[in-house]
Antibody, heavy 121, light 108 residues
């Protein structure tokens, strides 16, 4: 069974940094593009970052561009999100998600259970 | 950016009801539309991909329709486990996806 497990969330002060991890099991991470999606408390879903499995090309939402960095270690079957210059607006549950692509369509499946990041002094 | 607008934002329904949730894109997106279900405290779960294809394991009471700018998620004979929040997602501008704001289905 395919499974994603995030870790690394927690309480961080404004301006601080945090690194999230996403461990994949039941499939080979290197065969799939991956994304991070976040959800602020009581709010909807916001896609924030993507990394290709072909050449590790990355994309970011404007809200995190220049502050967040997505990366992957296929040998460890793991995905990462380095978050710098955190502000209160970054408080959210962060999900990793696998992109399933049947050209030309694509969707997210599965999603991890999420890890909560709280930015507060 | 393509904006996705769902309606209604919330609805109350009874077990056994037929429910329709709509999703409108700010520009045409063909059939590049997915639907997810999210229960409180849980991760989103894929229900429908490519506007009308049912994900494996999802009950057949769920169905999706539409193309271009207007889409719908229908739930026939609402069950207790279907009370959740539903999100549409456009994949036309992959890998820069956008989601609708969500529709919360509550028990009447």
């Amino acid at each position: 069974e395919t499974h994603l497990v995030e870790s690394g969330g927690g309480l961080v002060q404004p301006g601080g940094s945090l690194r999230l991890s996403c461990a994949a099991s039941g499939f080979t991470l290197g065969d799939y593009a991956m994304s991070w999606v976040r959800q602020a408390p009581g709010k909807g879903l916001e896609w924030i970052s993507y990394i290709s499995h072909i050449d590790s090309t990355t994309y970011y939402a404007d809200s995190v561009k220049g502050r967040f960095t997505i990366s992957r270690d296929n040998a460890k079957n793991s995905l990462y999100l380095q978050m710098n210059s955190l502000g209160a607006e970054d408080t959210a549950v962060y999900y990793c998600a696998r992109e399933v692509a049947t050209i030309p369509q694509n969707w997210f499946d599965p999603w991890g259970q999420g890890t909560l990041v709280t930015v507060s002094s | 950016d393509i904006q996705m607008t769902q309606s209604p934002s919330s609805l109350s329904a009874s077990v056994g009801d037929r429910v329709t949730i709509t999703c409108r894109a700010s520009q045409t997106i063909g059939s590049y539309l997915n639907w997810y279900q999210q229960k409180p405290g849980e991760a989103p779960k894929l229900l429908i991909y490519a506007a009308s294809s049912l994900q494996s394991g999802v009950p057949s009471r769920f169905s999706g329709s539409g193309s271009g700018t207007d889409f719908a998620l229908n739930i026939n004979s609402l069950q207790p486990e279907d009370f959740a929040t539903y999100y549409c997602q456009q994949s036309y501008t992959t890998p820069m996806w956008t989601f609708g704001q969500g529709t919360k289905v509550e028990i009447k």
